[in-house]
């Protein structure tokens, strides 16, 4: 079965510039999750999303927005970026709506802003 | 922010000794996860404990909770050198909808 799947792999942007990141679940799974990870920290919740609908926001600006399709891929939207948004961005899926579900991460984005 | 705060935050240890790492937290939780992440790459689920959980076993792994003290401990039996990662702890808050990660120990197993 294939996993969690994210793209692209690798992303350079400038400052200003808006960005689209993707992500497919697990087939079955309903629920994808948004995490941030700043080199040499731990991942920071961004967002959920349970059949279409967010469920939870963590304490990230508005320039931050997600989607959930019918076929519950997801997209992370990051408008005006900053030098602070260069990172890891990993999507997570899992089958129920709470986090206490075990989440399956991706590989991850690695985002750089120049 | 970050709710778990893994100690130590790096760990050097010889093949075929044991590992452990801490973590503690602030809040109350509903359960408490560890996972494992190779070189910067995506996460691994190792194991879920219970808030009403205080030890469970996974293979080589052993997790015990005490919630008395917010605090939880990996322990990983005869150590390989395909151990080597960073080990995270996840908290899910009572009350919040988010998982929240510590800032993670790194093990190195050498050889």
Request: one cysteine or more; charged letters at 20%.
């Amino acid at each position: 079965d294939a996993g969690v799947t994210q793209s692209p792999t690798h992303l350079i942007k400038t400052r200003g510039q808006h960005v689209t990141l993707r992500c497919s679940p697990i087939s079955g799974h309903k629920s994808v999750s948004w995490y941030q990870q700043v080199l040499g920290q731990g991942p920071q919740f961004i967002f959920q999303y349970y059949e279409k609908e967010e469920r939870g926001r963590g304490n990230f600006p508005d320039r931050f927005s997600a989607r959930q399709f019918p076929n519950y891929s997801s997209e992370l939207n990051v408008n005006a970026l900053l030098l602070g948004d260069s990172a890891l961005y990993l999507c997570a899926s899992s089958l129920g709506g709470l986090v206490s579900y075990e989440q399956y991460f991706g590989p991850g984005t690695r985002l750089t802003v120049t | 922010s970050q709710q778990g705060e893994e100690d130590p935050q790096a760990l050097s240890i010889q093949e075929g000794e044991n590992a452990t790492m801490n973590c503690s937290y602030k809040t109350s939780i509903n359960n408490l996860q560890w996972y494992r992440q190779n070189s910067g790459r995506g996460l691994v689920h190792l194991i879920l404990i219970r808030s009403n959980e205080r030890e469970k076993h996974s293979g080589r792994l052993r997790v015990t909770l005490d919630t008395s003290k917010k605090s939880s401990s990996l322990l990983i039996t005869a150590s390989r050198a395909a151990d080597t990662a960073s080990y995270f702890c996840a908290t899910d808050p009572v009350n919040r909808r988010a998982l929240t990660f510590g800032s993670g120990t790194r093990l190195q197993v050498q050889p």
